[in-house]
């Protein structure tokens, strides 16, 4: 069964550096999301892309965000400068269609020190 | 209100037992519902689509109400390998676009 990977499993980086975590989504979906989840807490909704430009961004995904979709086929999220309250699991997802259900990646757990 | 509320549980069943989760939603233009499982420190995994007019899927049965704004989930025969988060999403659809929201998740755990 075809699946969602990212790259790399574990980030450990220093606050106030760039952070780069990516994501293959599955081959014939159209429709891309980042998601965060703080230790303990639940999941939350970041940013959705199709069509090569970002169609949703929540609260969370501020300025130091950014999202690319730089080949056809990798997908990634970069943190400019990154902080101490980044630190979660980042869960990318994909789908076919938007009503359809999203299939997530098994996360790329973030740690600033 | 929150958007989609779940129980936290813990909710700690014998094996054999029948266990039933409950979320609401606070957003009567939500479009689509599921349920999804998360076992410690890993991704979400769909666990089942919900419909309207009820679904079933082996020990499992998932209910929609929209008039209620409410979710179920039935788990009959429980297995040790049930005991896991089970969490609640509604598919939004904003601005043209679809996204996930999460409840905070229903823990499971089923005991020997």
């Known amino acids: 069964e075809p699946e969602v990977t990212q790259t790399p499993s574990h980030q450990v980086t220093q606050m106030g550096q760039e952070v780069i975590l990516r994501c293959v989504p599955i081959?014939?979906?159209?429709?891309f999301y980042w998601y965060r989840q703080i230790l303990g807490q639940k999941v939350e909704f970041l940013v959705s892309?199709?069509?090569?430009?970002?169609?949703?961004k929540s609260e969370i995904f501020d300025d130091q965000f950014s999202v690319e979709r730089p080949d056809g086929s990798n997908f990634t999220l970069k943190i400019r400068s990154t902080k101490l309250e980044d630190s979660a699991m980042y869960f990318c997802?994909?789908?076919?269609?938007?009503?359809?259900?999203?299939?997530f990646g098994d996360g790329t757990r973030l740690s600033i020190l | 209100r929150k958007e989609v509320e779940q129980d936290p549980g813990p909710f700690n069943v014998p094996e054999g037992a029948t266990v039933a989760f409950n979320c609401t939603y606070s957003n009567s233009a939500s479009q689509s519902f599921f349920w999804y499982r998360q076992d410690c420190r890993k991704e979400p995994k769909l666990l089942m689509s919900?419909?309207?007019s009820g679904n079933e899927d082996g020990r499992f049965t998932a209910q929609l109400n929209r008039a209620s704004q409410y979710i179920s989930l039935l788990i009959r025969d429980s297995k040790l390998s049930d005991s896991a988060t089970y969490l609640c999403?509604?598919?939004?659809?904003?601005?043209?676009?679809?996204?996930?929201?999460f409840g905070t998740g229903t823990r499971l755990k089923v005991l020997a």
């Open positions: 919900v419909y309207s």
């Open positions: 081959s014939n979906h159209l429709y």
């Open positions: 999403v509604v598919n939004m659809l904003s601005s043209g676009t679809y996204k996930y929201i």
């Open positions: 892309f199709y069509n090569n430009e970002i169609s949703e």
């Open positions: 997802a994909s789908t076919e269609q938007g009503a359809q259900p999203q299939h």
